[in-house]
């Protein structure tokens, strides 16, 4: 009997590499989503108050922020589990621990709130489409949500969202 030749040789070759870095970070990201809701608040604090601080940093000093003062508004991001509880403090926009009676939530997936960071999609389309939600005091939701589409990062922020971005477009497939 003739033994058959492989038309590819390189076929069995490719079943002997790794999968492609795309097929294997979309079979990691809801391994590597677990663990941040553990990362302890004070932690998430010094990491997230300078940054906040440096972003609005115009914005507070022009006195933009003020709709925020002795009002809280919960970020939830739903598939990480995690959520912020953001103020306006003396030097400008602060978190808080713990349950805070929030006058606005704004909810939604790391990919949504990526995208409304980023600029790449309209905020009242991911409103609309409920991809983000606001419950509590409309008012102060549609400012933050304002505020947040009208600054532009710069900077680290900047560098870290478009990242964000990059690894959520492998993630996601879009």
């Known amino acids: 009997m003739a033994q058959s030749i492989n038309?590819?040789?390189?076929k069995r070759f490719r079943n002997l590499l790794?999968?492609?870095p795309k097929a294997v970070m979309k079979k990691l990201h809801p391994?590597?989503?677990?663990?941040v809701r553990f990362v302890p608040f004070d932690f998430?604090?010094?990491?997230?108050?300078?940054?906040m601080q440096?972003?609005?940093?115009?914005t507070f000093d022009d006195g933009e922020l003020e709709f925020l003062q002795g009002k809280w508004v919960r970020f939830e991001i739903s598939d990480l589990q995690l959520h912020w509880n953001i103020t306006l403090g003396e030097k400008g926009l602060m978190m808080a621990p713990g349950?805070?009676?929030?006058d606005?939530?704004?909810?939604?997936?790391?990919?949504?709130?990526?995208?409304?960071a980023n600029q790449m999609e309209d905020p009242d389309t991911l409103f609309f489409q409920r991809r983000l939600v606001m419950e509590g005091d409309t008012e102060l939701g549609l400012g933050v949500?304002?505020?947040?589409?009208?600054?532009?990062?710069?900077?680290?922020?900047?560098l870290l969202i478009q990242w964000l971005q990059k690894y959520m477009d492998v993630v996601e497939g879009t």
């Not at 391994?31 to 663990?35: G, T």
């Not at 998430?44 to 940054?51: K, T």
């Not at 606005?104 to 409304?116: P, Q």
């Open 7 to 10: 038309p590819n040789p390189l």
């Open 145 to 158: 949500k304002n505020t947040m589409f009208s600054t532009e990062f710069t900077g680290f922020p900047l």
């Open 44 to 51: 998430q604090r010094s990491a997230m108050e300078p940054v």
């Open 54 to 58: 440096s972003v609005f940093k115009e």
């Open 104 to 116: 606005a939530v704004i909810r939604g997936a790391l990919k949504e709130f990526v995208s409304l």
């Open 99 to 102: 349950p805070v009676n929030a």
């Open 18 to 20: 790794p999968p492609p």
């Open 31 to 35: 391994l590597l989503k677990k663990p």
